[in-house]
Structure formats: C-alpha cells, structure tokens
C-alpha cells in the first residue's frame, strides 16, 4: 500500500545549522507530495508542496524536491532559527481525491 | 488562503457526557472534510471522511455510533463524542478539502484539545 516514512526524531540543532530531514514514500503512480508543519498546541499548516516529479516546493527559506527515481522529499534549510521548532510530517496524496497519507513526524528542536 | 476554523479550541467534559466540535471552512466550500485524532507525539489518524449531504465513512477500527459527524452545509462539520470517557482524551484535527486548480489540498483547523475527567 502507499506509505510515508521519515527519519526519527528528535532533531536537535544549534540556530543557522543546515537541516535535512528525510522523507521517502511508497506508492504507485504518481502522488502529490506535502511538507507540513505543526507548532506547539497548534493543528497542521501547509509548508510546500510538489505534485509532480522534479518539482521543487520552497517556503519560508524551507525547500524539497520531488525525486521520483529515489522516492523521495527531503525537506532542507540552509539556516534553521529557534522559531522553526516544531514537528514535520511528510504527506503524500496518491490520487487527486484521495486521502493524505502522513508520515510519522519529525520533532525539531532548535537551541540559540 | 483557505482558512478553517475549530471550535471550540480547548473543552473539558465529565465522563459519560456528549461533545460536539465544530469544523468551519470560512472563505470556500468544502464538499469534503476529514477528522484527525492525535496522539501526544505521534502523527495523525484519520478517523473518518466527512461528505456533505451524505453518511461519513469511517477508517477501519473507528465506531461511528460513538464519534458522530453530521455535515450539513458546504462549510460546517461537527464532530459529536458521544458518552465521552477518559481515554477519548485527545487532539481532535479537522481539514477541508479544496480544488486547486488540477488538484486537490487540504486546509487544516488548529485543533480542539479535547479532556474527559
């Protein structure tokens, strides 16, 4: 079936070290792939985005790029702030009116 | 942005008693929205789709005799806890879903931290 796996958390990080955290999927065909993130207490909000293969989705300095021949999404940043920290989930869309698919998340912990 | 709202944010009911939570689309129409459970630290579980004008479909596992959704209009769904107890304790998550273009997001409320006493 289709499945969404992250790299264990926690992630913890001085202020502007680079960030990767990995995201690898499991799906036919050709899904949509989302970055989300979740601050304390709060519901989710959307990061970025990509819905075909070699797209790149970038916000707020946050980047990944669809790479279908790796099955991948690695979300990166060049230089994480203590306001970053938060929980990560990797999400995947297998259809256009399907159901997101979340990884397990991944906490970030940013030290100043 | 699509904007969806929860209410109410945090609520803290007696066991044995019933809780509805609201899930409102405020600035598009969602034929679809969908209900999340969260775990501390852990990710979300769907628990069932919510289509409006017709019964919700609930993931396997989830009763829906005790978790009732009504969607009665393009932008509101509540979720009922009926006979709450403690271990419906929870972080409950609603979405919306949107036509974007070719394709299809999901708008996400802030949550309803739900504790049963």
């Known amino acids: 079936g289709n499945s969404v796996t992250q790299m264990e958390g926690p992630v913890t990080l001085s202020e502007e070290a680079f960030l990767t955290i990995n995201c690898t999927y499991t799906a036919t065909g050709y899904p949509s792939l989302f970055w989300y993130v979740q601050y304390p207490g709060e519901g989710l909000q959307l990061l970025l985005k990509?819905?075909?293969?070699?797209d790149k989705g970038s916000n707020k300095g946050f980047e990944a790029t669809y790479r279908k021949e790796t099955t991948s999404f690695h979300l990166e940043k060049g230089s994480v702030q203590v306001s970053d920290s938060a929980v990560y989930f990797c999400a995947l869309i297998y259809n256009q009116g399907g159901k997101l698919i979340f990884g397990q998340g991944t906490e970030l912990s940013v030290k100043p | 942005g699509a904007v969806v709202s929860q209410h109410p944010s945090r609520v803290i009911c007696k066991s044995g008693t019933s809780v509805k939570i609201e899930c409102r689309s405020l600035d598009f129409q969602a034929t679809t929205m969908f209900w999340y459970r969260q775990f501390p630290k852990q990710s979300l579980m769907l628990m069932a789709t919510?289509?409006?004008?017709?019964?919700?479909?609930?993931e396997q596992g989830v009763e829906k005799d005790k978790f009732l959704i009504n969607h009665a209009s393009l932008t509101l769904s509540t979720l009922t806890v009926t006979s709450a107890h403690p271990e419906d304790s929870s972080f409950y998550i609603c979405s919306a879903r949107a036509h974007q273009g070719e394709h299809y997001e999901q708008y996400f409320g802030p949550g309803t931290r739900l504790t049963v006493t």
């Open positions: 990509a819905t075909k293969a070699d």
């Open positions: 919510s289509n409006e004008g017709s019964k919700a479909t609930y």
